[in-house]
């Protein structure tokens, strides 16, 4: 080896100072990285996939449950059950609710959503509620990641293949390898003079999307009515192609709601003159109209069950076409029994929460066939919050409140 033409000990000095302040340095970006923050505990087998249900279940019974409260409603992904609690995501046995992976991170989850095979986990940090990271529901392995401006408070739905992340100013879609689609309301960087983050001081009401449109529910200081805004994904992400649609006479605290958006059809809340839903065409011409008798529960809610569109109204359930979303039937509260939530499909059923009972209805006609008993213990139902169910192979699951139950 050719020794060093000249090494002094003022040379190993600074050699020892210069490799000092690297591990420093390298030791502070460690500390401070999302990777000493995050504990992921995959499972060493994938979940099986469960088998679909040939009929609905005679009798269930309560088999386990969970807290959740970063779901709204049971996350069924490949072969696991996903519920969110403080930091922690857990991917469950579906027959068990024994956790089979985990992921947590140094920082409190604001939802939890899902898409195609992966669970979605939004964590907060000092920019909003815009860290999300995708989960592998059959092992917990991590998938794609995206970082954003986001609110300190979001609504996460989704649709599948795509999720849509709703705060008071902002919302944001994004498919599944997390890209953003579709950006709108207020920026931090406001860099193009084109930009929807040029206009402030509007408040987003209620928001859905499908793969490929959203509609919002806005309400601006510039403007006394509710508009609502189509939106489709344009050249540029932050710059969608907008149809503005007036609600004259329609104010923020109305209740007015965006009720789901399937394809380039919107269903849409309006309380006056008359409580009713309208579907509008992606060019904002109302098709149909379906009056209600009341307004619905603040607490109303949508959901996809198989062909159909249910909507609970806080005592009946609207069921929609899922492609046009035309008006179908409704199921109504007998004089015994109400619904307490939106449906699911089993086997070519639509099953619907009602009290004491899960209902089984014909998905064609909405004729009742029959009701399943359901001992829901008392406290385990909040009042006015929605009984929300999905369905994994033979099981049945149920979001109440805060807590996820397994019924089998």
Partial sequence: MVKPERRTKGDLLAAAAIAIVVAAVASLIWWTSDARATISRPAAIPAPN?????????????????????TTAPLVISGTIATGNGRRVDGRDPATGQSRWSYSRDADLCGLSWIYRYAVAVYKDDRGCGQVS????????RGAARSSYADPRVRLTSDGMTVLSTGDTRLELWRSDMVRMLAYG????????SSRGLHSGCRLISAAASSSAVSVLESCKSQADLRLVLLRPGKEDDEPAQHAVSE???????????????????????????????????????????????????????????NSVTWWTGDSV????????APRYTIAAGDTTAPLGPGAMMAGKLLVPVTGAIGVYDQISGANERYIPVNRAPGSQQPGVPVVPAVSGSHVYEQRGDTVVALG
């Fill in 50 to 70: 469960p088998t679909p249900a040939r009929e609905v279940p005679a009798t269930l019974t309560q088999l386990w449950t969970a807290a959740s409260p970063a």
């Fill in 134 to 141: 995708t989960l592998d529901g059959s092992n917990g392995r």
């Fill in 186 to 193: 207020e920026t931090d960087a406001r860099v193009k003079p």
């Fill in 248 to 306: 004259p006479g329609v104010k923020a605290d109305s209740g007015a709601r965006v009720v789901a958006v399937r394809e380039n059809n919107t269903a849409v809340y309006v309380p006056l003159p008359q409580p009713r839903v309208d579907v509008l065409d992606e060019t904002g011409t109302v098709v149909s109209t379906t009056l209600l008798p009341k307004p619905p529960s603040p607490a109303a809610v949508a959901s996809l069950a198989g």
């Fill in 318 to 325: 609207l069921v929609f076409d899922a492609t046009s979303l």
